[in-house]
């Protein structure tokens, strides 16, 4: 069964750092990874998904990566904004069509 | 990036009575929606896969008969809580899966409807 993890589950970061969010899973034979923004009380926002085949994905400020060896996936935010203030979460596709979420990275830009 | 609608995006309602949310895919067809539930500071838990002109496909531990889900056409999916009762009380989230035009399997979702039951 697979399993997504996120740590850590909050960060706090000076405006302007770079940052990295880490999900990991437990079994590689996924379709996609997605990576999605949850503000408070809302729906989530599709920021990147990568293709099993795919190492990488990149949106403005946003970089997504793929490991699948080893089960990991990162989210690279460069130049953090107070903007950037939401929940990431990491959701794997797996072959069976299920869609597994990890619990999220609570993530707080200081001005 | 394709649009999900839902609604409403809040309702409170009396114990026992039933409340209908509906997601709709404003600019695509989707023929599979999904239906989740989120309690506060935790994850996305699916409930339930929709799939247009057939039965859902519940997920262990989710009463059919207490949330009813109807796709009847490619772009609207409803959720029904039945006969609500404060624990039912949650934030209900709903995705479709977008495989027309660009990127296969991306989700979108809706922006979520909270459900507060008297």
């Known amino acids: 069964k697979q399993e997504v993890t996120q740590i850590p589950a909050a960060l706090s970061v000076p405006e302007g750092e770079n940052l990295v969010l880490n999900c990991s899973f437990t079994?590689?034979?996924?379709?996609?990874l997605q990576w999605f923004r949850q503000d408070p009380g809302k729906g989530l926002t599709s920021l990147l998904l990568i293709q099993s085949s795919q190492r990488e994905q990149t949106s403005g400020r946003l970089n997504a990566s793929l490991d699948k060896s080893s089960g990991r996936s990162t989210l690279y935010i460069a130049a953090s904004q107070p903007g950037d203030s939401a929940t990431y979460l990491c959701a794997s596709r797996n072959r069976d069509d299920k869609i597994i979420f990890g619990k999220g990275t609570r993530l707080h830009i200081l001005p | 990036g394709a649009v999900v609608s839902q609604h409403p995006s809040w309702v409170i309602c009396k114990s026992g009575t039933s409340v209908k949310i509906e997601c709709r895919s404003l600019?695509?067809?989707?023929?599979?929606m999904f239906w989740y539930r989120q309690f506060p500071k935790q994850s996305l838990m699916l409930m339930a896969t929709?799939?247009?002109?057939?039965?859902?496909?519940?997920e262990q531990g989710v009463e059919k008969d207490k949330f009813l889900i109807n796709h009847a056409s490619l772009t609207l999916s409803t959720l029904t809580v039945t006969s609500a009762h404060p624990e039912d009380s949650s934030f209900y989230i709903c995705s479709a899966d977008w495989t027309g035009g660009g990127i296969a399997g991306e989700l979108f979702f809706g922006e979520g409807s909270r459900l507060t039951v008297l």
């Open positions: 600019d695509f067809q989707a023929t599979t």
């Open positions: 079994d590689s034979a996924i379709y996609n």
């Open positions: 929709s799939n247009e002109g057939s039965k859902a496909t519940y």
